[in-house]
């Protein structure tokens, strides 16, 4: 069959929220997501990366089958999901789950009363994944709850709440079913309410929640069931303006498409060709779509396995194979097994349930998870074309060792046979990936092996590896030279050898992790080594002991559970009125709205008459003169309207603010890939981008190009000022002490990964050059004053709107005013309004992150453990402008002592001046990275003095009123309680001497335990940037307009200040609305950073309050029985001005670098955190066992809000500390532009079990109702897992007698944790030849695997840019 003679187009008829769909003119490039947003105007299914990696398009699809009569109901990405592929379906998304307008459903109303939701961007998709589970299971067990959340992110929360949530939903028990320290996290509610102070631990009441009633659910539209029952199926085709999407219904159909169009791609789940469309420019102009054909759906099973289509979904076969492990006898589901094992982790739920079997094997990606266990288990392919069918071995479209064509491009795979096991066959299927889940595997294996019966003797072996080259690959040569050979000792060593030898591993091109998969590949098959012979036991216990009980537990894989979690804060007063919120855990004031889809971020802003949409063209040259710009044919691309440059910027296109220009458009030179040269204006954001492709611009290299630390160290190449600080008289003291450690530690960047990529709408009004900018940022007030100078127009004439932001985190300050700008010229140009919206993957390489930080240290101390003198470099990487890069190396120096006083010391800040592209501020702004050089100096000396950390931490500590090294006072009482609180409620001292016994009964399993303290100083450094204002006015009807000069940006901020005007005015929170922020109300208003946003802006709202009040006392005293809207009609009728502004000056705070001294802080926070891994020796992978977290935060205003900040702040530094690696090519290109390729944490890396308490009767005179900003501190106690991970790594290495001093960077990923823990294997990797390394018998191989090993490998590979 040919597309010749084709029946036209066909009507797309699919449902959504219950309404028919019939799309005339179905455009087959179109994915749900933007047909969802764009033409149905449903905004609450939001984009995060377009190609699956976030969950934060996840909607529910439900499908009808007639022959069972059952609808399917499933979670998709709807970013990946040609909408083509819709037929006959129902879409359900958030809007069609519950509204504030008719029924808010229960998922929404639990997950925003729960505090799920902070910046609210990926709440939606939080509520489709748990909305659609409970649609199949409305009682689900918590493993089925974490599993569904397993592929949505979550930037802000750290997912404790949004888990709380789900928990309401399942039958079980919350508690942690088990007895740590002898409690179990329901005792230890109970004791807290002994001590005096009343604390309390619940942060919402799950009497108010709506029960959970499936029978109010949408049903599944009785048309479609009819349409589907009816209808007889026919071949469906939709013609785009490019492409073709034929869906044809028969075996016969398919086979003459195919031989038709033999380049066609067959779609199913269009998760691998969606984004090598969408990302690496691939395009088909036909594909087919073969879901429907009965022959590729097939589940048949027979009497020696089970055959299933290529069409099934992934988590079918899930399905089916779960339910055959519980039918057949264990001996037949090894195979079954095995795969199972690989199925869980395979993507999220959404990805699995899209993506087809076929196309996982088809694919043939090296990452496939499937391939290596199928090919190994011998599964067969069935093939058929128009010459015939055929069955093949899975294992040899691999034949070849680079996945080349043995199936030919006419053929198609009908269905796969997965065979039964066999007695005395063992299969195994191990993978390591970045993230435990969701995350494409680093490298992978399938192994089988066949005994002859009754012995250990190999008749049959396979093993194949993923991950490793361009495909699978099998260790072909090493199965056949161990055929007949024992399963022991011997054969194990010759295996590795042969295993290293034939699978060649080629550097890669960023030069990177070719050491640790080549440790990995031996080291998986070690395990399935260690595995077999454990089962071996089963068969015959007196010939085959099995293995030592101390390898045992390397046997189980790390398990998510759904976390355990206690929140413990002070209870208000019992005579506080009930009215006054001030102090209770109140909802975030957007929570509902976010979770119903309502709540409105920049691109659900309906568009604007003429409407354009903005894509941004980037240099793709780290440091090169502009030769040329060709624009002639991307100007011909359809829809095209304008191009912008340099030249199109009316007034300023350079910034100065510091040591050199912030740039909007790249004139004459570039100076790092991703800077902007020029942007493409058109009719849609699929033109603009289609027609920025087309842009040439033609480069001529400059040198130098520096990227790293070190290059700009030797060209000298720094912003000024370098920055000093010196107290005591250092070299004097070196000469004193007992001990001297030198050492170095990197610690990577960090992507701000805010769920809401950098948005601006820019409208001209049409007179007086009047511009409303719509934007997604921290800073309205520098957005109008970038977009004023650079259109050459008053700052009055530029009116900055935010209604929200879907997280910031320091990435939305400078970088969004320069991006406002873009869009504003262009709007300016073209007079039109214009939307920018950046694609994950432009946002990630062009808007900057954590500044990488190189710490250089000299360390002296007496053999007592007390540190004497400390001489210290930091050189952070600022990227090719200056930004707030000085500002930045500033903090780190003032904020380096963390919770130590150091007598002498001596400390300077560089930040580099690098053709990477520029650093920005990012929460915790330089303290993140200083704090943890001091941490590791601090675990430097303890080695050396042979005292254990935390005695060295306590020690050094400040203890009683003291100064800074710059002077400044403080009292340190807090910070001693928050260490002895964490110390007991942690049980430190028990659970170390637990750990120690765990660690000495477990060789390829150690645990870590580590307990850091937190001084956290608050303060801009200067008065005039903490000031604020704020604007209140009350209406005739006594309902309350508030704004003041904060950001909403998950923080909660408005609901804060609602709270704050709520006691002030003595009204409740229902008649006080906040509805923007906004450089027409509020102007000059400080940027909401440095977690100083309620602290200055609290002051700002209780002063405009107070002042109304004040004109409201003489008419309440008149009438103090009359009510609030008594009060304001009768304040009105006396004319008396019901607005108000209200203002704070700022606190009072100063620095004087050329002395060193100053009081750049107002006051400090205190914390501290202990927390507990367990680490897998052989892969590297860790879990995050329990953390509890004591913080002093002054009185919360909001318990909710600020202990969510405190856990979505560690979780970041989870991430930064042990996660989130940042790849660039030795050209200067970011590799790392998606969620696929960059890790932040997900669900499954959260701690077991963890709590935060704030401490109890703390006092803060310097903030509003003295509670202290606590949007940052709590990043830096995400060190506590880097140096718990640092203990486990120690245990090991002390247990092998390998060198004590080692180094250990950050982020101290699996493949650094597994470098640490050298053995023979890494050993055998680092010298290629078994034979060389092996001193010792093949015997001691197993009993004692671990020899002393040096070098250890330490080394960053060259591809990280510091
Ligand atoms: C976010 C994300 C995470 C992922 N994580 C993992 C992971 O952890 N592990 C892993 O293994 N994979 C992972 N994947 C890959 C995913 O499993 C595969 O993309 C998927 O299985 C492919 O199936 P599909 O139906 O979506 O293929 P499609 O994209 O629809 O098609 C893929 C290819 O297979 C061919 N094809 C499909 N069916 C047939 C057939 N019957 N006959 C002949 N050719 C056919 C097509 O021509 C096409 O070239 C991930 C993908 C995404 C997007
Ligand atoms: S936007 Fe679809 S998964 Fe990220
Ligand atoms: S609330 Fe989840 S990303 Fe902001």
Same mark, same amino acid.
């Given at each position: 069959?040919?597309?010749?003679?084709?029946?036209?187009?066909?009507?797309?008829?699919?449902?959504?929220?219950?309404?028919?769909?019939?799309?005339?003119?179905?455009?087959?490039?179109?994915?749900?997501?933007?047909?969802?947003?764009?033409?149905?105007? $449903?905004?609450?299914?939001?984009?995060?990366?377009?190609?699956?990696?976030?969950?934060?398009?996840?909607?529910?699809?439900?499908?009808?089958?007639?022959?069972?009569?059952?609808?399917?109901?499933?979670?998709?990405?709807?970013?990946?999901?040609?909408?083509?592929?819709?037929?006959?379906?129902?879409?359900?998304?958030?809007?069609?789950?519950?509204?504030?307008?008719?029924?808010?459903?229960?998922?929404?109303?639990?997950?925003?009363?729960?505090?799920?939701?902070?910046?609210?961007?990926?709440?939606?998709?939080?509520?489709?994944?748990?909305?659609?589970?409970?649609?199949?299971?409305?009682?689900?067990?918590?493993?089925?709850?974490?599993?569904?959340?397993?592929?949505?992110?979550?930037?802000?929360?750290?997912?404790?709440?949004?888990?709380?949530?789900?928990?309401?939903?399942?039958?079980?028990?919350?508690?942690?079913?088990?007895?740590?320290?002898?409690?179990?996290?329901?005792?230890?509610?109970?004791?807290?309410?002994?001590?005096?102070?009343?604390?309390?631990?619940?942060?919402?009441?799950?009497?108010?929640?709506?029960?959970?009633?499936?029978?109010?659910?949408?049903?599944?539209?009785?048309?479609?069931?009819?349409?589907?029952?009816?209808?007889?199926?026919?071949?469906?085709?939709?013609?785009?303006?490019?492409?073709?999407?034929?869906?044809?219904?028969?075996?016969?159909?398919?086979?003459?498409?195919?031989?038709?169009?033999?380049?066609?791609?067959?779609?199913?789940?269009?998760?691998?060709?969606?984004?090598?469309?969408?990302?690496?420019?691939?395009? #088909?102009?036909?594909?087919?779509?073969?879901?429907?054909?009965?022959?590729?759906? @097939?589940?048949?099973?027979?009497?020696?396995?089970?055959?299933?289509?290529?069409?099934?979904?992934?988590?079918?076969?899930?399905?089916?194979?779960?339910?055959?492990?519980?039918?057949?006898?264990?001996?037949?589901?090894?195979?079954?097994?095995?795969?199972?094992?690989?199925?869980?982790?395979?993507?999220?739920?959404?990805?699995?349930?899209?993506?087809?079997?076929?196309?996982?094997?088809?694919?043939?990606?090296?990452?496939?998870?499937?391939?290596?266990?199928?090919?190994?288990?011998?599964?067969?392919?069935?093939?058929?074309?128009?010459?015939?069918?055929?069955?093949?071995?899975?294992?040899?479209?691999?034949?070849?060792?680079?996945?080349?064509?043995? %199936?030919?491009?006419?053929?198609?795979?009908?269905?796969?046979?997965?065979?039964?096991?066999?007695?005395?066959?063992?299969?195994?299927?191990?993978?390591?990936?970045?993230?435990?889940?969701?995350?494409?595997?680093?490298?992978?294996?399938?192994?089988?092996?066949?005994?002859?019966?009754?012995?250990?003797?190999?008749?049959?072996?396979?093993?194949?590896?993923?991950?490793?080259?361009?495909?699978?690959?099998?260790?072909?040569?090493?199965?056949?030279?161990?055929?007949?050979?024992?399963?022991?000792?011997?054969?194990?060593?010759?295996?590795?050898?042969?295993?290293?030898?034939?699978?060649?591993?080629?550097?890669?091109?960023?030069?990177?992790?070719?050491?640790?998969?080549?440790?990995?590949?031996?080291?998986?098959?070690?395990?399935?080594?260690?595995?077999?012979?454990?089962?071996?036991?089963?068969?015959?216990?007196?010939?085959?002991?099995?293995?030592?009980?101390?390898?045992?537990?390397? $046997?189980?894989?790390?398990?998510?559970?759904?976390?355990?979690? %206690?929140?413990?804060?002070?209870?208000?007063?019992?005579?506080?009125?009930?009215?006054?919120?001030?102090?209770?855990?109140?909802?975030?004031?957007?929570?509902?709205? #976010?979770?119903?889809?309502?709540?409105?971020?920049?691109?659900?802003?309906?568009?604007?008459?003429?409407?354009?949409?903005?894509?941004?063209?980037?240099?793709?040259?780290?440091?090169?003169?502009?030769?040329?710009?060709?624009?002639?044919?991307?100007?011909?691309?359809?829809?095209?309207?304008? %191009?912008?440059?340099?030249?199109?910027?009316?007034?300023?296109?350079?910034?100065?603010?510091?040591?050199?220009?912030?740039?909007?458009?790249?004139?004459?030179?570039?100076?790092?890939?991703?800077?902007?040269?020029?942007?493409?204006?058109?009719?849609?954001?699929?033109?603009?981008?289609?027609?920025?492709?087309?842009?040439?611009?033609?480069?001529?290299? $400059?040198?130098?190009?520096?990227?790293?630390?070190?290059?700009?160290?030797?060209?000298?190449?720094?912003?000024?000022?370098?920055?000093?600080?010196?107290?005591?008289?250092?070299?004097?003291?070196?000469?004193?002490?007992?001990?001297?450690?030198?050492?170095?530690?990197?610690?990577?960047?960090?992507?701000?990964?805010?769920?809401?990529?950098?948005?601006?709408?820019?409208?001209?009004?049409?007179?007086?050059?009047?511009?409303?900018?719509?934007?997604?940022?921290? #800073?309205?007030?520098?957005?109008?004053?970038?977009?004023?100078?650079?259109?050459?127009?008053?700052?009055?004439?530029?009116?900055?709107?935010?209604?929200? @932001?879907?997280?910031?985190?320091?990435?939305? $300050?400078?970088?969004?005013?320069?991006?406002?700008?873009?869009?504003?010229?262009?709007?300016?140009?073209?007079?039109?309004?214009?939307?920018?919206?950046?694609?994950?993957?432009?946002?990630?390489?062009?808007?900057?992150?954590?500044?990488?930080?190189?710490?250089?240290?000299?360390?002296?101390?007496?053999?007592?453990?007390?540190?004497?003198?400390?001489?210290?470099?930091?050189?952070?990487?600022?990227?090719?402008?200056?930004?707030?890069?000085?500002?930045?190396?500033?903090?780190?120096?003032?904020?380096?002592?963390?919770?130590?006083?150091?007598?002498?010391?001596?400390?300077?800040?560089?930040?580099?001046?690098?053709?990477?592209?520029?650093?920005?501020?990012?929460?915790?702004?330089?303290?993140?990275?200083?704090?943890?050089?001091?941490?590791?100096?601090?675990?430097?000396?303890?080695?050396?003095?042979?005292?254990?950390?935390?005695?060295?931490?306590?020690?050094?500590?400040?203890?009683?009123?003291?100064?800074?090294?710059?002077?400044?006072?403080?009292?340190?009482?807090?910070?001693?309680?928050?260490?002895?609180?964490?110390?007991?409620?942690?049980?430190?001292?028990?659970?170390?001497?637990?750990?120690?016994?765990?660690?000495?009964?477990?060789?390829?399993?150690?645990?870590?335990?580590?307990?850091?303290?937190?001084?956290?100083?608050?303060?801009?450094?200067?008065?005039?940037?903490?000031?604020?204002?704020?604007?209140?006015?009350?209406?005739?009807?006594?309902?309350?307009?508030?704004?003041?000069?904060?950001?909403?940006?998950?923080?909660?901020?408005?609901?804060?200040?609602?709270?704050?005007?709520?006691?002030?005015?003595?009204?409740?929170?229902?008649?006080?609305?906040?509805?923007?922020?906004?450089?027409?109300?509020?102007?000059?208003?400080?940027?909401?950073?440095?977690?100083?946003?309620?602290?200055?802006?609290?002051?700002?709202?209780?002063?405009?309050?107070?002042?109304?009040?004040?004109?409201?006392?003489?008419?309440?005293?008149?009438?103090?029985?009359?009510?609030?809207?008594?009060?304001?009609?009768?304040?009105?009728?006396?004319?008396?001005?019901?607005? !108000?502004?209200?203002?704070?000056?700022?606190?009072?705070?100063?620095?004087?670098?050329?002395?060193?001294?100053?009081?750049?802080?107002?006051?400090?926070?205190?914390?501290?955190?202990?927390?507990?891994?367990?680490?897998?020796?052989?892969?590297?992978?860790?879990?995050?066992?329990?953390?509890?977290?004591?913080?002093?935060?002054?009185?919360?205003?909001?318990?909710?809000?600020?202990?969510?900040?405190?856990?979505?702040?560690?979780?970041?530094?989870?991430?930064?500390?042990?996660?989130?690696?940042?790849?660039?090519?030795?050209?200067?290109?970011?590799?790392?532009?998606?969620?696929?390729?960059?890790?932040?944490?997900?669900?499954?890396?959260?701690?077991?079990?963890?709590?935060?308490?704030?401490?109890?009767?703390?006092?803060?005179?310097?903030? %509003?109702?003295?509670?202290?900003?606590?949007?940052?501190?709590?990043?830096?106690?995400?060190?506590?897992?880097?140096?718990?991970?640092?203990?486990?790594?120690?245990?090991?290495?002390?247990?092998?007698?390998?060198?004590?001093?080692?180094?250990?960077?950050?982020?101290?990923?699996?493949?650094?944790?597994? !470098?640490?823990?050298?053995?023979?294997?890494?050993?055998?990797?680092?010298?290629?030849?078994?034979?060389?390394?092996?001193?010792?018998?093949?015997?001691?191989?197993?009993?004692?695997?671990?020899?002393?090993?040096?070098?250890?490998?330490?080394?960053?590979?060259?591809?990280?840019?510091?």
């Amino acid at each position: 069959m040919s597309l010749q003679g084709a029946a036209g187009t066909e009507e797309l008829i699919f449902y959504v929220n219950g309404r028919k769909i019939v799309e005339k003119n179905a455009n087959p490039e179109q994915m749900l997501l933007s047909y969802l947003r764009k033409r149905l105007r $449903l905004t609450g299914t939001k984009y995060g990366c377009g190609g699956g990696g976030c969950g934060a398009c996840t909607v529910m699809i439900s499908t009808y089958e007639p022959a069972s009569k059952k609808i399917r109901h499933y979670s998709a990405n709807a970013c990946l999901l040609p909408i083509c592929s819709l037929y006959g379906a129902a879409v359900t998304t958030v809007e069609g789950v519950g509204s504030t307008k008719t029924r808010v459903h229960p998922v929404q109303e639990r997950l925003a009363k729960c505090h799920g939701s902070q910046c609210g961007f990926c709440t939606p998709g939080m509520v489709m994944s748990i909305y659609t589970l409970l649609r199949n299971h409305p009682e689900p067990t918590s493993e089925q709850m974490i599993a569904a959340l397993a592929g949505n992110l979550c930037r802000c929360t750290g997912y404790r709440p949004i888990l709380d949530a789900c928990k309401t939903f399942c039958k079980e028990s919350v508690c942690c079913q088990r007895k740590a320290n002898g409690k179990c996290c329901l005792d230890q509610e109970d004791d807290l309410f002994d001590k005096e102070e009343k604390v309390s631990t619940r942060l919402f009441s799950t009497d108010e929640f709506q029960p959970l009633d499936p029978t109010q659910e949408l049903i599944f539209p009785p048309e479609l069931m009819r349409m589907s029952e009816n209808q007889p199926k026919r071949t469906l085709f939709f013609h785009g303006e490019r492409m073709t999407w034929i869906s044809p219904v028969s075996l016969d159909e398919l086979l003459d498409l195919k031989a038709a169009h033999p380049k066609a791609p067959l779609v199913v789940g269009n998760t691998s060709v969606g984004p090598e469309m969408k990302f690496r420019g691939v395009f #088909h102009p036909i594909v087919i779509a073969p879901a429907r054909i009965p022959d590729l759906n @097939v589940v048949k099973r027979m009497d020696d396995g089970l055959t299933l289509g290529a069409a099934c979904s992934l988590s079918l076969v899930k399905d089916i194979l779960t339910n055959a492990i519980s039918e057949y006898p264990e001996e037949k589901t090894k195979v079954f097994c095995a795969v199972l094992q690989q199925l869980r982790t395979l993507g999220g739920e959404q990805i699995r349930n899209v993506a087809s079997l076929g196309g996982n094997i088809i694919s043939r990606k090296s990452t496939s998870d499937l391939n290596p266990v199928l090919a190994a288990s011998n599964c067969m392919l069935n093939l058929a074309s128009r010459g015939g069918k055929r069955q093949i071995p899975l294992s040899d479209i691999f034949a070849d060792g680079v996945g080349n064509n043995t %199936i030919t491009p006419e053929e198609i795979l009908v269905s796969v046979y997965i065979p039964h096991s066999r007695k005395g066959e063992y299969v195994s299927a191990f993978r390591q990936a970045p993230r435990r889940e969701n995350a494409l595997p680093i490298t992978n294996a399938g192994m089988r092996v066949l005994f002859e019966e009754g012995t250990d003797l190999i008749k049959d072996l396979s093993i194949f590896y993923g991950g490793a080259v361009s495909t699978t690959v099998c260790a072909k040569q090493t199965c056949r030279t161990l055929i007949g050979r024992h399963w022991n000792e011997q054969m194990l060593d010759e295996a590795c050898r042969l295993i290293l030898k034939e699978i060649a591993l080629p550097g890669s091109p960023s030069g990177e992790k070719v050491d640790y998969k080549k440790t990995l590949v031996v080291s998986f098959f070690y395990r399935f080594f260690l595995e077999v012979l454990q089962s071996l036991r089963t068969m015959d216990p007196c010939r085959y002991p099995g293995i030592p009980m101390e390898y045992r537990s390397v $046997l189980q894989d790390f398990k998510t559970k759904i976390p355990q979690s %206690i929140q413990i804060y002070q209870d208000i007063e019992p005579s506080q009125s009930p009215q006054d919120p001030v102090g209770r855990p109140i909802m975030h004031q957007s929570g509902i709205k #976010h979770a119903t889809g309502e709540a409105v971020y920049i691109d659900d802003l309906p568009s604007v008459d003429g409407e354009l949409f903005l894509a941004v063209v980037t240099s793709s040259r780290a440091h090169a003169k502009i030769v040329s710009i060709d624009t002639s044919e991307a100007l011909k691309g359809p829809g095209v309207f304008d %191009i912008i440059t340099a030249h199109d910027v009316p007034a300023t296109n350079e910034f100065y603010y510091s040591d050199g220009p912030e740039i909007i458009f790249a004139r004459n030179k570039v100076i790092c890939v991703g800077q902007i040269v020029c942007a493409v204006v058109a009719d849609s954001d699929i033109h603009a981008k289609e027609a920025a492709a087309k842009v040439k611009i033609e480069y001529e290299v $400059l040198e130098p190009v520096i990227l790293t630390i070190e290059e700009a160290i030797k060209h000298n190449s720094f912003f000024e000022p370098k920055r000093k600080l010196e107290h005591g008289n250092v070299d004097q003291a070196f000469e004193t002490v007992d001990n001297i450690i030198e050492g170095e530690i990197r610690i990577g960047g960090q992507e701000h990964f805010y769920m809401e990529t950098q948005s601006v709408l820019a409208v001209p009004i049409g007179e007086d050059k009047e511009m409303d900018v719509y934007v997604s940022t921290q #800073h309205p007030a520098i957005i109008q004053e970038m977009v004023a100078a650079s259109l050459g127009v008053p700052a009055n004439r530029i009116m900055c709107h935010v209604k929200r @932001v879907g997280g910031a985190f320091g990435g939305k $300050l400078l970088k969004a005013g320069l991006l406002a700008s873009v869009a504003a010229v262009a709007a300016n140009k073209t007079s039109r309004a214009v939307r920018l919206i950046l694609s994950r993957g432009d946002d990630m390489l062009i808007t900057g992150g954590r500044h990488p930080f190189i710490g250089k240290y000299k360390v002296g101390f007496m053999n007592d453990g007390r540190i004497r003198a400390v001489d210290a470099k930091y050189y952070i990487n600022g990227g090719c402008t200056p930004d707030d890069s000085v500002l930045v190396a500033e903090v780190s120096l003032l904020k380096m002592d963390n919770a130590y006083k150091i007598p002498n010391l001596r400390c300077w800040a560089y930040a580099c001046k690098t053709n990477l592209p520029s650093n920005t501020a990012f929460r915790g702004f330089g303290f993140p990275q200083s704090a943890l050089v001091t941490e590791t100096w601090i675990t430097g000396v303890a080695d050396k003095t042979g005292l254990s950390p935390e005695k060295i931490r306590e020690i050094n500590m400040y203890k009683e009123n003291e100064q800074t090294h710059f002077k400044q006072k403080l009292d340190p009482q807090n910070l001693i309680r928050c260490w002895n609180e964490c110390m007991e409620k942690s049980a430190y001292y028990s659970r170390k001497t637990a750990v120690n016994e765990f660690n000495k009964q477990n060789y390829w399993k150690k645990k870590g335990i580590a307990i850091v303290p937190m001084k956290f100083p608050f303060g801009l450094g200067t008065r005039y940037l903490s000031q604020a204002a704020a604007l209140v006015h009350i209406y005739t009807d006594g309902s309350v307009l508030l704004t003041h000069g904060g950001i909403e940006m998950g923080q909660g901020i408005h609901t804060k200040m609602i709270q704050v005007a709520s006691r002030e005015l003595n009204i409740p929170m229902s008649c006080i609305h906040f509805c923007e922020t906004s450089t027409t109300t509020v102007p000059n208003a400080c940027a909401s950073v440095g977690s100083a946003g309620t602290d200055v802006n609290g002051m700002a709202v209780k002063d405009a309050c107070q002042t109304l009040l004040k004109r409201l006392q003489p008419i309440i005293n008149k009438n103090p029985k009359g009510t609030w809207n008594d009060w304001i009609k009768e304040a009105f009728e006396q004319s008396v001005s019901l607005s !108000a502004t209200g203002y704070f000056r700022g606190y009072n705070e100063n620095m004087d670098w050329e002395k060193g001294e100053g009081q750049p802080f107002t006051y400090f926070l205190y914390g501290a955190a202990c927390s507990e891994v367990e680490i897998n020796c052989l892969t590297g992978d860790h879990k995050n066992l329990r953390t509890d977290i004591v913080m002093d935060i002054g009185y919360s205003i909001n318990p909710a809000v600020d202990i969510g900040q405190i856990e979505g702040a560690f979780v970041q530094g989870i991430g930064l500390y042990t996660m989130e690696e940042l790849k660039y090519s030795p050209e200067g290109v970011l590799y790392t532009r998606g969620p696929d390729q960059y890790k932040i944490p997900a669900v499954c890396d959260i701690p077991e079990q963890f709590s935060v308490s704030l401490l109890s009767s703390s006092q803060n005179p310097y903030a %509003i109702y003295s509670s202290k900003g606590i949007g940052e501190a709590g990043l830096f106690l995400g060190s506590s897992v880097f140096f718990a991970l640092r203990d486990a790594v120690t245990s090991v290495r002390n247990e092998r007698g390998l060198k004590k001093t080692f180094a250990l960077n950050s982020p101290l990923t699996a493949e650094q944790i597994r !470098a640490s823990c050298a053995d023979d294997f890494t050993e055998m990797v680092i010298r290629r030849s078994l034979r060389e390394v092996r001193s010792t018998s093949a015997e001691t191989m197993l009993l004692h695997p671990c020899v002393p090993l040096t070098p250890v490998i330490t080394d960053l590979p060259s591809s990280h840019l510091l």
